[in-house]
């Protein structure tokens, strides 16, 4: 296939990068987060050592899976879309390989940083100032291109897909950019621009639409690209991905207060982002349903296709915790849930569930055609389906019992109207969930490494370079 | 190059990388839920408060213009109208406040001294103090009693016992658990004797188990030290081995002295010599500690009940009485409230090794 110039192939190998980076990545955030999850259960771990204690590698476990996991799933998958559904190669090259390189820069520097206390102690949002410019000029980067590359498309209509991404693209910047405003002082420290009330209501509108674009638009436009691909199948409705886009689209925005309930925060604010919560449920389904109701027809797959299962079943738990986080974001539930590990489950239903195995079928799918073979153990793939799926179910379930656990002993009261447990009491009682909480995140570690370790293995097998012209016009 | 084919199916006719896409509409069961979410956040704005407002609001509801102290403009949600607060009736005008208003020009005042400061809806912090409200409401009766009585009479009453137990669980695991452990018994920590802390269940007391002992003990505090060598500064390494055996034998009961100091099991001669000029002046001739011998300031332990402050290993007896101990309480007079002191003082009591009457 040499015969096809360059210009018409498509751009496989930052792709390719971007894939294989992402596993190191989930393997390396997964098992730091196993780790921390083991302290938890027996904080003698932290053998005093205040680099590897809890609160210093916390934020190296959630930015190494958000960002670096995540972020190059996203990269890869974004740039490998894009291309496909627009039939023509990547605009502006060495921008786009810019961006990739700045954001392992970025991702690197997390991991070094942050255990040596430079923080600026923003849930997810914890690198200094220069990390953060580092990793705003990679995002502006993949922007740049992939904009680029939609302006190339050969056909008028622009795939739904891209629509979730190019939102992504947009207000992942916007809040980034306006959540990380602060003076630096020097290399390791940074005043934020916002005090008080202004800084946690930033915080959250950072924090949550982090979820709702990063992890939620991103993610379903992966899914918008590689569900009906992998099935070979149309979708379903385009009338509810319109409707869910526009929707989901306005309401995300609104919700972060809900993680302020019974704060300083104004109550009529503490409202708002609850409402809006609730009427969330929908517009987040309609993409669940539309992946879904795309299997029809090619539900048999699920039987012989582990990277379909991967699929279908991050449909699921993508469902599963969109109901459950609006059930969170009301006020009386809230009562309970709030600091308590349920919260905790619930990130990593979504975590685990919808956005690792989403990514991990996406990832699977993208190997073989782009190296245009099979994966060298389809049987290791399915293993690492049971082994994932098993891992995340043992975690969301003791993080369940723990964080329900937690809320009811520090609200009982017996009969005189005293409490019943101390602080300490709920602490003991949550050592046999920690326990369990570990061994879930282990297994979900043991399952990355076992495809990274497929996929050197599909690779190496590989003999000849290969590539691919753009699909030919219709 | 076209995004619309000709198929007679039911599709848009558009296609990108193969993927087409289908007219369907959206499911009904979808649509209804849709509309429900959108029902249910018109419904939970106008219940709660929701919608900010500017001060124009606040004016009429309060009666006043331009008042600056209360710019809190939102709407209040119709639970302003249901929420009766039963237990929390809010934070009212005093006549000082509205002078002090008037006095920087807002003449047209109509408040009175009395009137609700704000419109009491459904308000996070109304909610708390009505959930406070509710559980004091409960414990009124027995608290109010316990600001009347005494420990001893708290003790004797079965009752109030029984509720001030329940009620001394959390205070005592979050103010004395750090050091005694969640259930009393202490800490005798061996690798780091200096943060060993002494059992509260047992009869073994350092400053006395009655009622006004323990008060005293949890209200002020307490300092211990046990100079190194015993202050004896002529004491040799050979001395503080002998004396180390010696303490360990009255321990385990192998060696005993009688109240007059006299070595009355054991041969320990030369070691009692130099515990008698040594040692005694704190621990007492008989080595019963200092509270067995009438004085309740010192703290100096009982070396005769095989109890120890610190640790009993040849090591750690050998480290105490080479280097000395310093052993602090803190004061809670000053972070707990009366109250609170009492149903500590009652716990503590109770743990086991309360002692009766008066301190003698």
């Given amino acids: 296939m040499s015969s096809v110039a360059e210009k018409d192939q498509y751009n496989y190998d930052i792709v390719k990068f971007c894939v294989i980076t992402g596993i190191v990545m989930g393997v390396l955030g997964t098992l730091v987060g196993t780790f921390v999850a083991s302290e938890l259960a027996f904080p003698w771990l932290n053998m005093d050592i205040a680099e590897i204690s809890f609160g210093r590698l916390r934020p190296v476990h959630t930015n190494v899976v958000i960002f ?7 990269y890869g998958a974004g740039l490998y879309m894009v291309q496909h559904t627009t039939h023509a190669r990547i605009a502006f090259e060495k921008v786009a390989w810019t961006g990739v390189a700045l954001w392992l820069i970025g991702c690197l520097a997390v991991v070094v940083t942050l255990p040596l206390g430079m923080t600026q102690a923003k849930e997810y949002h914890e690198a200094e100032w220069w990390i953060d410019i580092i990793l705003a000029l990679s995002w502006v980067c993949l922007t740049i291109t992939f904009l680029g590359t939609v302006a190339r498309r050969k056909m008028s209509h622009i795939y739904v897909g891209l629509w979730f991404f190019m939102t992504m693209l947009f207000m992942v910047t916007y809040i980034f950019v306006f959540n990380g405003l602060c003076i630096p002082v020097d290399m390791s420290f940074s005043y934020s621009a916002y005090a008080g009330i202004h800084d946690a209501m930033t915080q959250w509108w950072w924090g949550h639409n982090a979820v709702g674009f990063f992890l939620t638009a991103g993610f379903i436009g992966v899914m918008y690209y590689f569900v009906p691909k992998h099935a070979n199948r149309p979708i379903y409705s385009y009338r509810l991905s319109v409707l869910h886009f526009w929707s989901l689209t306005f309401l995300y925005v609104w919700v972060g207060a809900h993680h302020l309930h019974y704060t300083a925060i ?15 449920i929908f517009p987040s389904w309609g ?27 991050a449909l699921a738990f993508y469902g599963m915790s969109t109901f459950e986080g609006p059930l969170m974001g009301t006020k009386s539930v809230n009562a309970l849930s709030h600091y308590t590990d349920w919260t905790v489950g619930h990130v990593h239903s979504g975590a685990l569930g919808w956005n690792a195995m989403i990514a991990i079928g996406a990832m699977y799918h993208m190997i073989t055609r782009m190296w ?15 082994i994932h799926l098993t891992g995340a179910v043992f975690y969301i379930t003791a993080m369940w019992g723990s964080g329900v656990l937690q809320g009811l002993m520090w609200r009982a009261f017996d009969e005189y109207g005293n409490l019943v447990y101390t602080f300490a009491d709920s602490v003991a009682a949550m050592h046999p969930f920690y326990a369990l909480r570990a061994l879930g995140g282990f297994l979900v570690f043991l399952g990355l490494s076992i495809m990274l370790f497929n996929t050197i293995k599909t690779i190496g097998a590989v003999k000849a370079g290969t590539n691919t012209p753009l699909r030919a016009a219709d | 190059m076209s995004d619309h084919n000709d198929q007679n199916d039911n599709s848009t006719g558009h296609e990108w990388d193969g993927i087409r896409e289908l007219k369907n509409p959206p499911p009904t069961w979808w649509a209804w839920g849709f509309y429900i979410g959108l029902s249910f956040v018109t419904a939970y704005y106008i219940i709660y408060p929701s919608t900010p407002l500017n001060n124009k609001i606040q004016e009429v509801v309060n009666g006043v213009t331009g008042m600056e102290v209360l710019v809190d403009g939102h709407t209040k949600g119709i639970m302003a109208l249901v929420n009766s607060n039963p237990y929390y009736q809010g934070d009212t005008w005093t006549q000082a406040e509205i002078d002090a208003l008037k ?15 704000y419109q009491d809806g459904w308000t996070a912090v109304n909610e708390m103090r009505d959930d406070v409200a509710e559980i004091e409401l409960i414990r009124a009766a027995s608290m109010k009693k316990l600001e009347t009585m005494s420990v001893d009479e708290i003790i004797a009453d079965d009752q109030m016992r029984q509720f001030t137990l329940g009620r001394s669980k959390v205070l005592f695991g979050d103010n004395c658990a750090a050091c005694h452990a969640s259930g009393g018994q202490g800490n005798l920590n061996a690798a780091h004797p200096e943060y060993s802390f002494p059992n509260l269940t047992d009869d073994d007391w350092l400053f006395g188990g009655w009622t006004a002992k323990i008060m005293e003990t949890i209200t002020s505090g307490r300092e211990a030290a046990m100079p190194a060598k015993g202050g004896n500064e002529d004491l040799t390494d050979a001395d503080v081995d002998s004396l180390a055996k010696f303490v360990i034998a009255m321990a385990d009961g192998s060696a005993a002295v009688n109240d007059d100091g006299a070595l009355t099991k054991g041969s320990f001669a030369g070691a009692n010599a130099l515990f008698q000029e040594t040692c005694a002046g704190c621990h007492g001739a008989n080595a019963k500690g200092s509270l067995v011998n ?12 095989g109890i120890w402050r610190f640790g009993g290993d040849m090591a750690t007896v050998r480290d105490t009485i080479a280097n000395g101990r310093v052993a602090k309480m803190p004061a809670f007079g000053g972070r707990l409230d009366e109250v609170s002191l009492k149903i500590l003082t009652v716990r503590v009591h109770q743990l086991g090794g309360g002692m009766d009457g008066e301190p003698q």
């Fill in chain 1, 372 to 386: 245009n073979t099979e994966m060298a153990s389809e049987k290791l793939v399915n293993l690492h389906f049971w």
């Fill in chain 2, 103 to 117: 006095a920087k020009g807002h003449t047209e005042l109509t408040i009175k001294a009395g009137d609700l400061k």
């Fill in chain 1, 287 to 313: 993409g669940m349903i539309n992946g879904m109701m795309t299997m029809s027809g090619a539900w048999d797959k699920l039987r012989t296709d582990p990277v379909m299962r991967f699929m279908v079943v």
């Fill in chain 1, 68 to 74: 670096g996991f995540g972020g190059f799933l996203l």
């Fill in chain 2, 294 to 305: 009438g004085d309740f300031d010192t703290g100096a332990v009982n070396l005769t009940d």
């Fill in chain 1, 266 to 280: 104004p109550d009529w604010t503490l409202s708002l982002g609850a409402g809006m919560s609730v009427a969330l």
